[in-house]
């Protein structure tokens, strides 16, 4: 049966392998925050990190997740604190209906854990694949933006 490390958890699947990894998460593991978009990698609601890299799971073949680290948003929490992303969603009131939410926090973190200090440019440039339905762009950037800082403060 084939396994798939999941929150840094190890979960043997059984399930066709050409099958997408977002409906395997939410349909039989029960990991609901990354959400069905448009299903075609197009809008960002289903974004998970796969290696540490944003990756679309709506397109993503379970097949092509075998023996790689997946973090969902659910995986972001530890010992009972959210990421600093999370909170600087909260704390600039980033999320309006929250449907993009999840996927706009999992790209953002894909960005901080690869450039923890990323000037704006780059901030727009890796959120441009990710659609907020509702328009919260320039706080989504800032929630992005006090993350970065409160990285960078807590490496101090």
Do not use: W
């Not at 990354?34 to 709506?58: F, H, M, N, P, W």
């Not at 909170?87 to 901080?112: D, K, N, P, R």
């Not at 440039?125 to 659609?131: C, D, F, K, P, T």
């Not at 989504?140 to 993350?147: N, P, S, T, Y």
């Amino acid at each position: 049966m084939p396994q798939l490390d999941i929150n840094g958890k190890t979960v043997a699947v059984e399930t066709d392998l050409d099958r997408s990894l977002l409906s395997l998460l939410r349909d039989d593991l029960d990991l609901t925050g990354s959400k069905y978009g448009c299903g075609e990698g197009q809008c960002g609601a289903c974004t998970v990190l796969i290696d540490e890299k944003s990756a679309r799971s709506c397109i993503t073949p379970v097949r092509a997740a075998l023996g790689k680290k997946i973090t969902t948003i659910e995986g972001l929490e530890k010992s009972g604190r959210l990421h600093p992303l999370q909170e600087a969603f909260l704390e600039t009131e980033a999320l309006q209906c929250g449907y993009c939410t999840s996927g706009m926090i999992m790209s953002g973190i894909s960005l901080l854990r690869k450039n923890p200090n990323p000037p704006r440019e780059e901030i727009l440039r890796q959120m441009e694949g990710n659609v907020c339905r509702c328009g919260d762009y320039l706080r989504i950037v800032a929630a992005l933006e006090k993350a970065a800082r409160a990285i960078k403060e807590a490496r101090k």
